[in-house]
């Protein structure tokens, strides 16, 4: 059964066979209408089931024209309104979507949820955010770092924030695709330690600091999210121990002269990037949004087997 619960569940060889996809079918049908099915139409028929235990944007429309795009189409089930609302359990909603879809995206909090999902449905779970990692972003930030540097593998980037679950992620593909990668995160707020063993332990060329200038200097491709993830909402003290972790135009002036910045949104302009990165030259973050709808067109197909 091919989950998508984190990177590692697919490795490194077929998430460059995605990537490639990605690519080629944002390629194949530009200028084409949003809503018209690609050409061939690889997942004809195919029923995606989203459930959504946390607000979500980019994710819930990427994924549901995605499905469009390959020829099937989605439902979503929003946490509160579905019967896992109510105390359904999770084993019991696997068992009973597994039914009525191909395959079932979860965004929720704990992983453990997703984890539960997956070890009861019996079509592909993708995680669409947990709070321990985010694999999707990940995947349209590598085809984004493709498109705009050329290549992904011996790439240099820095992370500058919270050690989230898209640090976490971020960590994961380091190892399993082979880029570098500086972590600068405030000692209280480190990225996850199981993650971060596992890519030391796969040979990751990973270096972890608390000082955002060392991590970005000369850095091509520079990443930051926000300091307050979903669910985080109430701890007060994030603010105070991310001031000096934001990412302005003196930081990016010590990366690479033509670094890109990315950030996997929403932004908290002010906070974590100022206005003047994102909406500078050197911002591909429009391009990294757009990117989430290619890149889980090819995760959607590897899922599901036609890839
Ligand atoms: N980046 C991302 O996952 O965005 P949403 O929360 O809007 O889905
Ligand atoms: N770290 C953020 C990512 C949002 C897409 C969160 O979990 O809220």
Request: hydrophobic letters at 45%; one cysteine or more; a negative charge.
């Amino acid at each position: 059964m091919r989950h998508f619960l984190n990177l590692s569940n697919a490795g490194g060889e077929a998430i460059a066979a995605m990537l490639n996809e990605a690519m080629e079918r944002k390629e194949r049908r530009a200028g084409w209408p949003k809503g018209k099915p690609d050409d061939d139409r690889p997942l004809d028929g195919a029923v995606l089931a989203m459930i959504f235990e946390k607000s979500s944007t980019r994710t819930r429309v990427s994924f549901d024209l995605a499905m469009r795009q390959l020829g099937g189409s989605a439902i979503i089930l929003e946490g509160s309104s579905s019967q896992l609302g109510r105390g359904e359990t999770i084993a019991d909603t696997a068992r009973v979507l597994s039914r009525f879809a191909d395959a079932i995206m979860i965004r929720t909090d704990h992983h453990h949820k997703a984890e539960e999902l997956a070890e009861y449905a019996t079509v592909p779970v993708i995680n669409g955010l947990t709070d321990l990692s985010h694999p999707c972003q990940l995947l349209a930030d590598m085809q984004t770092v493709i498109e705009k540097r050329s290549k992904l593998a011996g790439s240099r980037w820095a992370w500058i924030g919270d050690g989230n679950n898209v640090c976490n992620s971020l960590i994961e593909a380091a190892a399993l695709m082979q880029f570098e990668l500086a972590v600068a995160c405030p000692t209280e707020f480190k990225p996850n330690k199981i993650f971060a063993s596992a890519a030391v332990a796969r040979g990751a060329r990973i270096n972890f600091t608390h000082d955002p200038r060392e991590a970005v200097e000369g850095a091509e491709v520079v990443v930051t999210d926000t300091w307050v993830s979903m669910g985080q909402e109430d701890d007060q003290v994030r603010q105070e121990a991310f001031a000096s972790f934001q990412v302005d135009e003196a930081v990016m002036a010590l990366a690479a002269p033509d670094a890109t910045f990315l950030h996997c949104l929403p932004a908290h302009r002010g906070e974590e990037v100022t206005d003047a990165v994102i909406d500078g030259p050197q911002s591909a973050v429009w391009d990294e949004a757009e990117n989430r709808l290619h890149a889980q067109k090819a995760l959607l197909m590897w899922a599901m087997g036609k890839l």
